[in-house]
């Protein structure tokens, strides 16, 4: 099982000082394309690049416009870059992207399920056939207070998706919690029911609690983060796991529309939940080789 870290100026400052630290991948973008780029050329002079190109204009499932779903000159572009064992996105279903039925925001609608469904689909087939890499989707965050269809978070959504799309499975573990939160259910039986058997890769990241419920935030990992890391590799083999941490701005847009602090880029912080994750990892895999 590999290691990946965000790209982050406090990640190179850990490599720059042990370049022996036990980080197998560096994840890129943490900005937008295409002035990313200029993480690729810094990253790759220390590690192997992870991409994640779930951006507008880049590969954004969901979105309305073509050209902005899929660019095949920046993926290609990317692919070239990172020869990546597969690429990754969002199943985000932004209410702005379906607004025909934005009055069940929050509930079931079989016309918007076709009409999900039928563009995730179609956007998947042709991020596929043209790159010729296999697609993971990975869940997104569903907030009450947010343009989000809660609908693109439903677990059983999620695995018609992968089912459907022949998508491999990419579980954020910091946005199962959020949707489990504002689903009203454990965090055990949200991410339970996501499509584990498909799943290739993790992504650790920090919540923190605010006014309106659980938010994903980047932050430092809590201890129920790590358990319920511990308790997904009792299900699943991913191939990757992600520490979602660093390369992100030291502020963050509330639900009030107010920038406040935020503390996400500490080299202390992250060295610790490095060591925390290997060894996660390490006693993980000791225990399969034992049976």
Not at 125 to 148: A, S
Not at 271 to 283: H, L, N, S
């Amino acid at each position: 099982m590999k290691l990946a870290v965000n790209f982050s100026e406090a990640l190179i400052h850990l490599l720059q000082n042990d370049p022996g630290l036990q980080v197998d991948y560096i994840k890129v973008p943490t900005v937008a394309f295409p002035g990313c780029f200029s993480q690729f050329e810094q990253g790759e002079r220390w590690r192997p690049l992870l991409p994640h190109p779930a951006q507008t204009g880049v590969i954004a499932l969901g979105h309305p416009d073509p050209g902005q779903r899929f660019n095949p000159e920046i993926v290609a572009e990317i692919i070239r870059r990172t020869n990546p064992p597969y690429l990754s996105t969002h199943l985000e279903a932004k209410v702005d992207y379906f607004p025909e039925f934005r009055s069940y925001q929050h509930e079931f609608h079989p016309g918007l399920q076709q009409m999900l469904a039928e563009r995730f689909l179609q956007a998947v087939k042709t991020v596929k056939e043209v790159t010729g890499l296999q697609l993971l989707v990975e869940n997104f965050p569903y907030y009450t207070w947010r343009e989000q269809y809660r609908l693109g978070s439903e677990p059983w959504f999620v695995r018609e998706i992968c089912e459907q799309g022949d998508c491999g499975f990419l579980l954020d573990i910091a946005h199962a919690r959020c949707s489990a939160g504002s689903f009203g259910i454990s965090d055990q039986a949200y991410i339970n029911a996501l499509p584990l058997e498909r799943l290739r890769e993790i992504h650790l990241a920090g919540v923190r609690n605010q006014k309106y419920g659980i938010r994903d935030t980047h932050t430092a990992l809590e201890e129920w983060d790590y358990q319920l890391f511990r308790e997904v590799l009792e299900q699943a083999r991913p191939e990757i796991v992600s520490l979602e941490y660093g390369g992100m701005p030291e502020q963050i847009l509330n639900a009030d529309g107010v920038w406040e602090p935020i503390a996400r880029n500490n080299s202390a912080e992250l060295q610790f939940m490095i060591g925390r994750i290997r060894k996660i990892i390490e006693e993980f895999e000791a225990n399969l080789s034992e049976v």
